[in-house]
């Protein structure tokens, strides 16, 4: 399975079948008049067979940027039927006050190529409630916002790998040269103490980077350009 990052929170899982989640299309001429940067380069010329969208915010569900036609699930709940099997969407929020602040965020989880997959999209609560721990179950690659503010950072997201115990920890939603209104993701470094493998490159093979549940690996994806 080879993981491709575009930005933000979008990723292309390549395997068997692609899997494309948080696309978005930014207008950054608009945000820099508000003083902030997304210089993140337009997604283009890429297909999926799953397109999932975790909250409808507008940097992360231009569903329209992707294409092949993919089954699209979108800020949802439940036991989902897809091409790439069973997508498991677990409810919760975008903020610490219940999602009165910013709304629901949906949890993905799906298996791809015998690696079980979760994308916690703008996930914000303090911490994962028992049920949602339990729901998602065991995993092997977790996606997971670090860059505090709108979302979890620094220890909590520690806390939270250290609940789900994956094999593999991809940072996204973070402060880079190419966005400039999140923090970096040293808090998270720094709070979580495991082994950083800083790419080169945006994309590489999941499989040529697990660690283990005791002693994961944290990939830091080179920014995309």
Same mark, same amino acid.
């Given at each position: ?5 575009? =930005? ?17 299309? *930014?207008?950054? !001429?608009?945000?820099? !008049? ?40 979108? !800020?949802? &709940?439940?036991?989902?039927?897809? &091409?790439? =099997? ?11 006050? &219940?999602?009165?602040?910013?709304? +629901? ?21 303090? &911490? ?8 998602? =179950? ?10 505090? =503010? ?6 909590? %997201? ?13 940072? *996204? ?10 923090? +970096? ?8 103490? %495991? ?20 002693? +994961? ?6 920014? +995309?350009?």
């Amino acid at each position: 399975m080879r993981i491709r990052w575009y =930005g933000q929170s979008a990723f292309l899982l390549d395997g068997s079948k692609r899997v494309f989640i948080d696309p978005f299309e *930014m207008d950054s !001429s608009v945000l820099a !008049s508000r003083g902030l940067r997304f210089d993140y380069p337009a997604i283009r010329d890429v297909e999926a067979d799953v397109l999932l969208v975790t909250h409808e915010h507008g940097d992360h569900n231009a569903v329209q940027v992707v294409g092949g036609s993919p089954e699209t699930l979108r !800020s949802t &709940a439940g036991r989902l039927d897809s &091409a790439v =099997g069973e997508v498991l969407a677990v409810s919760s929020e975008h903020d610490d006050a &219940a999602g009165t602040q910013r709304g +629901p965020n949906s949890i993905f989880v799906f298996t791809l190529d015998g690696l079980r997959v979760a994308h916690l999209g703008d996930f914000g609560q303090p &911490a994962l409630r028992p049920e949602q721990q339990a729901a998602i =179950g065991e995993v092997d690659v977790l996606f997971i916002p670090v860059g505090d =503010g709108p979302t979890i950072g620094g220890q909590r %997201a520690a806390d939270v790998v250290r609940a789900l115990r994956p094999r593999l920890v991809v940072p *996204m939603h973070y402060r880079t040269e190419a966005l400039s209104f999140l923090d +970096p993701p040293d808090a998270f470094l720094e709070a979580l103490g %495991a082994k950083v493998e800083r790419l080169d490159g945006s994309e590489a093979e999941a499989e040529d980077l697990l660690g283990t549940r005791e002693a +994961p690996t944290v990939a830091l994806f080179a920014v +995309p350009s």
